[in-house]
């Protein structure tokens, strides 16, 4: 397998301790992309995936499987946050004073449902600040490449 390749966001790199990256294209199977990636992590933490269902589900870590749901929060040291996207729009929250952490998987039917508020009101809930909270989206498809359909326009209306 080639080398995994990350994008970090500038507004996330002065938060001290805050290990992100939003990776790009990878080729191999899930199960072996899973693997590399905790590889990469593996000095900073233990890294958590989800089972994303297109919901708005948020979950806190640790787990020995993937549970069903589309977001996660942490504010343990070491608890790596795992979302993957193809054509899904992935979140980052951030309360840097807090050092809390909540990462979204939106495609359109998450995001219809609110399923990057929810992983922030589970910040909130936790103690945090709105004022103190940066969100960061990373790589999606573009509407070069993707159409909808009356589903789609129908969620939103």
């Not at 080398?3 to 002065?14: G, R, Y």
């Not at 992983?119 to 490449?145: E, F, N, Q, T, Y």
Request: hydrophobic fraction near 45%; aromatic fraction near 6%; charged fraction near 20%.
């Amino acid at each position: 397998m080639e080398a995994l390749q990350f994008v970090t966001s500038p507004l996330l790199l002065n938060v001290p301790g805050l290990v992100h990256g939003f990776g790009r294209r990878a080729a191999g199977s899930r199960a072996s992309v899973r693997k590399a990636v905790s590889r990469t992590f593996l000095e900073s933490g233990d890294v958590f995936f989800l089972n994303q269902v297109h919901g708005c589900e948020v979950v806190r870590p640790p787990w020995s499987a993937p549970p069903d749901a589309d977001a996660i929060v942490t504010d343990e040291r070491g608890e790596i946050l795992a979302i993957e996207t193809a054509d899904c729009l992935p979140v980052l929250i951030v309360d840097p004073l807090r050092r809390r952490v909540a990462a979204a998987h939106a495609g359109w039917r998450g995001t219809a449902s609110r399923v990057a508020a929810e992983a922030a009101r589970a910040m909130l809930d936790a103690g945090s600040d709105p004022s103190d909270l940066l969100a960061v989206l990373g790589p999606a498809i573009g509407v070069c490449c993707y159409e909808v359909g009356a589903d789609v326009e129908e969620a939103f209306a």
